[in-house]
């Protein structure tokens, strides 16, 4: 079974500081994803990876950044916390037919409060 | 753009009773369907799939769902709910992103709420 470890799981921080979500995952999976879930719009991209330094942005990236620099590890960053980034962030991989179909597995979230 | 449209935000109902979950899309290319659950303060998990062939696809905990090319839509079906199926529901679709990437869109969700 692919293995996904988020961290930190809760965060809580103040508007305008640097926060950056990890998410690791413990087998090779090509193609992994951020999403944030809010309330009434489900989960929304931020952005995907499609391999090492390969990544690309989703329908809500402005704000956000990514680095994939391993296989295994994809991170998230919010450069200047805004409390509209207040939200729970979801990493997923792309399992199944070499993750060319959308099968995703998902990390247990990230709970991110910005004051 | 691709876009998935979960018709019923909120489906109460009771214990034993039939459920079905609506999910359209849309989309004219061949596309990859999917319904995920999310238990509360829990990541989502994958309830069933279709890739391809038979237009009915069982999933887990008694669920099914019915792949509809001609009405665009994969409605989420289970005969007699149980307390244990409250949770969110989501359908997502998968079209091919320009460069050949894979990404999955999500419909907003539907919370599923069975009384005793």
């Known amino acids: 079974d692919a293995g996904i470890t988020q961290s930190p799981r809760h965060k809580v921080t103040e508007t305008g500081t640097p926060v950056t979500l990890r998410c690791h995952q413990t087998?090779?999976?090509?193609?992994m994803y951020w999403y944030r879930q809010d309330p009434g719009h489900g989960l929304r991209l931020i952005h995907y990876?499609?391999?090492?330094?390969?990544?690309d942005k989703g329908e809500v990236s402005d704000g956000y950044s990514v680095s994939r620099s391993k296989t295994e590890d994809f991170l998230l960053t919010l450069e200047s916390a805004t409390s509209s980034q207040t939200s729970v962030y979801f990493c997923?991989?792309?399992?199944?037919?070499?993750?060319?179909?959308?099968?995703?597995?998902f990390g247990e979230g990230s709970r991110l409060t910005v004051l | 753009a691709q876009s998935v449209t979960q018709l019923d935000s909120q489906v109460p109902v009771f214990e034993e009773a039939p459920v079905e979950l609506r999910c359209n899309y849309s989309?004219?290319?061949?596309?990859?369907l999917f319904w995920y659950v999310q238990y509360p303060n829990q990541g989502l998990q994958l309830l069933l799939k279709?890739?391809?062939?038979?237009?009915l696809v069982k999933g887990i905990n008694g669920f099914e769902a019915e792949f509809n090319k001609s009405q665009t839509s994969f409605h989420l079906r289970k005969p007699s709910v149980h307390i244990s199926d409250t949770a969110e529901y989501f359908c997502?679709?998968?079209?091919?992103?320009?460069?050949?990437?894979?990404?999955?869109?999500f419909g907003r969700g539907t919370s599923l709420i069975v009384h005793p």
């Open positions: 997923a991989i792309s399992v199944g037919l070499a993750g060319k179909v959308g099968e995703l597995f």
């Open positions: 997502a679709v998968t079209i091919t992103h320009s460069g050949g990437s894979y990404i999955p869109t």
């Open positions: 990876s499609y391999g090492v330094k390969d990544t």
């Open positions: 087998e090779n999976h090509r193609y």
């Open positions: 989309s004219s290319v061949s596309v990859y």
């Open positions: 279709y890739l391809s062939g038979s237009t």
